[in-house]
């Protein structure tokens, strides 16, 4: 089941932010339907899964959305695109859902897990509502980096797109008061045979700039 | 060189967050390099690395951080341990470094890329000190996730640690005014045969509760 130190460079050497898509090349509903799993799969702090991800297939919200991101193509141009979005607080009603639900999953009763929930409320209570929102958007990077991560695995490429604009994401995706807001976005689908970033080095700091070993 | 869907789903399927590592199992110095590797092709916005990767091999050090992560064993039982840090500022000189090894990497002159700088800049320029250090932070979690997700194909397992004392890892690891600060640890090695929750029932949302199309 596992793969090789060697395949797996390989497959992070081969990933990079592709700029051009080639609109003719759809991601399978099979593979899309892994990366879909992948997303729920996504582990969080305490499992709280502070998210939703917004699959966005209408064609005119694409092409609003493109508006909202220094027209860059992908948002248009690529097989799928994923707008992820945080919870905007954590609250007590956040927690008991979660709590809930784990006691589902294990077929226990919630009062069980009583301990459990007050290790997370201790944890939580102190944090001031801006640092609850941006304790979930951090959350969100974590799918980030397992969405883009699997779908280089499956031979999908990614663009992770920051270079939003995200109060205009939120407006069109109707998301205002909805208690989410927009975090960060990524568009995914295959590379366009003539996309000249695809045959650029590689740039990155050396290892020894961003690894210490501390023996 | 790709994965199919299942093995993708299966491999994500077999990662938790582990909470006994077995002592007697370490990962192979040929995985660790590959891992190392993952971390330093994480990819982030605008490839600016705004981190540092601390591979803690020190016992003492070691068992210092547990101290300030609520005792928890993994810090000292795992085979590896990554404390993620992020850039606490965001600055000019920050940018220029990468710009320089951006255009040493394509192997054209500096002023070439001055057009690329300008448009970084204008992105950075508007944000807090706040801001920007929250930004770093958000970025290191991409590196988590893939770092997660990497070793899972490895058959590697991990344990992502946000209940940790950031401000005593910062002292213990002599962060102190460096210019980083701690963001999250990741405990890495393998499982030990009697953690009980490796046989729990993955806890996780449906697919229909955090994923909307938008059709």
Known sequence: MTISPQQLLETLSWRYATKKFDPAKPISPTEWAALET??????????LQPWKF????????????????????????????????ARTTLSTEDITEWISCLAATQGIPTENLAPYQNIVEGFIQPLSADAR???????????????????????????PMEGIDPAAYDRILGLENSGYATTVACALGHRAADDKYATQPKARYTADRVISHLR
């Open 38 to 47: 992948s997303l729920v799969l996504t582990p969080s702090s305490f499992g």
């Open 54 to 85: 917004l699959v966005v297939e209408n064609p005119d919200l694409r092409a609003q959305l493109r508006a909202a991101s220094w027209n860059q193509p992908q948002v248009t141009d690529a097989s799928h695109f994923v707008v992820l979005t």
């Open 133 to 159: 929102h941006a304790w979930n958007n951090r959350q969100t990077y974590i799918a980030l980096g397992q969405l883009m991560t699997s779908a280089a695995l499956l031979g999908i490429d990614t663009c």
